[in-house]
């Protein structure tokens, strides 16, 4: 048996680390959004899936949300002083993985391996792989024009209107190898969209071609976890985005952004309520620690369980 | 009136320091080895280009003799965690030095634009000149078989014995442009050799096409600084190799590999007597602290001085 998740970055990682806490180490996929990663100081930078790396090996930075946990600034620092661009922060221990990740990419490997030896190098068990090998970056149309991702999220703090999102390079991206197995495994039980950001980073998992026929045509529970509580995020600009785009952050806005993927969408109690099309499940959404993390993991598998039956 | 100072890695910056102390900042060009540069982690490193900067900036670590003042090691330390070589110590400062320069030199930038921006980043106001923006690479022949510079001198602790040394790629070199315009500078004063290895650090200098001969042709004094004090190196294996080569520590040794190059030869008060060819000037060569290089650099300079008369 095994169990695909669908991540992005803070929300996703979190869940996912709550499901490698309660699922046997060989029965979990994650797949990771790959739109946000940008080159930076030359290096290949790849945000999302750090941020599930990090999670998973237990090692990352829970009051920031990012990052490694006791993390320093010394090599940030000198940068700055040797007139480097500093609007990106990039933490010593971090950047080990950064100039790794970027010489064996220039190397010829492809991420998937990347990602496959990193994680294994950190006691991770489970199979964490991108979206896809091929690059593809999100490009967001504000107000003040069209902008990379990184500019837009990190540099303007996602200050300007969203106007619209695209993802390039997304027609010509091949679903990586593992995610592809993983959605065609026999043994898939059921598929659980992490609390991510649906425009910002589910929303570019969906551009490869391939991706979304897959998950239409699932044969297993597919389930959602609402990133909002009381139409507020949790954490990060998707409310702002969500009514920006005069879609608003309720229940029903969330599960139209899945619509025809999802059988269910867990919400927090403080949004209870019944929906056209999926079945609500509410429950308490807040992940403060591992122990909700685990807790909530449990609850989401319990409920998509429940809808194989 | 101007200073030209050759120079390789750790007792080259120590002079180049004390030079810098005692001269107008417009008065100094040291140009210095990349012979010990290689390609580590898809990172551009110039240890020697590194170790003078880091001194004239006055931030490099005195007890080690290379790298940066109170510099930190996460990096190293997240680099070996994910299955990264650790070999070749890498501070999270130091890293900032060789990330923005790969980054630039992957751009296209040459190292003497890489260096000038990164030195007048750093308040440096000497000039400080790679010897060629073009790769050079120092092969070691040992009783194991030829190895890359760093292989022997970091990996390999100058363990093997020494029998040759070729510069790889030293053919198709040019001199750097700012190398080639302090050795045709019609006001310059006086060249010195500083008190680096003469075998690893200088000869490579030497081995780009025009600085042999453009030295040969000097119309002003030239003296070098013995690396030896009483026949032991002052740091560094020079000792070991001079003997594994069969030349000795002497004075006269040094002579030998400067020759036709130097007018006078500056060494220690333990290694005082004359020579044929060059003046020998004897003083205290052992530099403990910038006041140190400050001194050993006026009487360098007066030396010199002294052999224009």
Redesign the interface.
């Known amino acids: 048996m095994s169990i695909l998740a669908i991540a992005g970055g803070v929300g996703g990682a979190k869940l996912a680390a709550g499901l490698a806490a309660v699922l046997p180490a060989g029965e979990l996929t994650i797949a990771v959004n790959t739109g946000d990663d940008f080159e930076h100081?030359?290096?290949t930078i790849c945000p999302d899936i750090d941020s599930v790396t990090y999670a998973l090996a237990g090692m990352n930075n829970r009051e920031k949300g990012w990052g490694?946990a006791g993390?320093?600034w010394?090599?940030?620092?000198?940068?700055g002083?040797?007139?480097?661009e500093t609007w990106f922060a990039l933490?010593?221990?971090?950047?080990?993985?950064h100039?790794?990740r970027?010489?064996a990419l220039?190397?010829g490997q492809s991420l998937s391996a990347v990602v496959a030896?990193?994680t294994a190098?950190?006691g991770i068990g489970q199979r964490l792989v991108p979206m896809s090998d091929d690059p593809v970056r999100t490009i967001v149309s504000t107000d003040e024009g069209d902008l990379a991702f990184q500019d837009y999220f990190v540099r303007r703090q996602c200050a300007p209107v969203f106007r619209a999102i695209r993802f390039d390079g997304a027609e010509r991206a091949q679903m990586a190898a593992g995610f592809a197995a993983a959605l065609g495994d026999p043994g898939l039980e059921a598929i659980v969209f992490c609390p991510s950001n649906p425009i910002l980073s589910i929303a570019p998992i969906l551009s490869v071609p391939g991706v979304r026929d897959a998950l239409m045509r699932r044969r297993v529970p597919a389930v959602a976890l609402s990133p909002f509580i009381a139409g507020q995020a949790i954490k990060g600009p998707a409310a702002k985005i969500m009514g920006e785009l005069g879609l608003g952050t309720t229940p029903g806005a969330v599960a139209d952004q899945y619509a025809g993927l999802i059988d269910g969408l867990m919400v927090d109690r403080a949004d209870a309520g019944a929906l056209d099309g999926v079945l609500v499940c509410a429950t308490d959404t807040l992940m403060r620690d591992p122990a909700d993390q685990a807790r909530l993991a449990r609850e989401v598998l319990g409920f998509a369980r429940k809808l194989a039956d």
Chains 1, 2 share one sequence.
Do not use: I
Request: charged residues 25%; proline residues 0%.
């Open positions: 100081m030359g290096l490694v993390e320093t010394a090599f940030m620092d000198m940068a002083k040797l007139g480097g933490g010593d221990r971090d950047l080990a993985t100039v790794l970027t010489q220039r190397g030896r990193m190098a950190l």
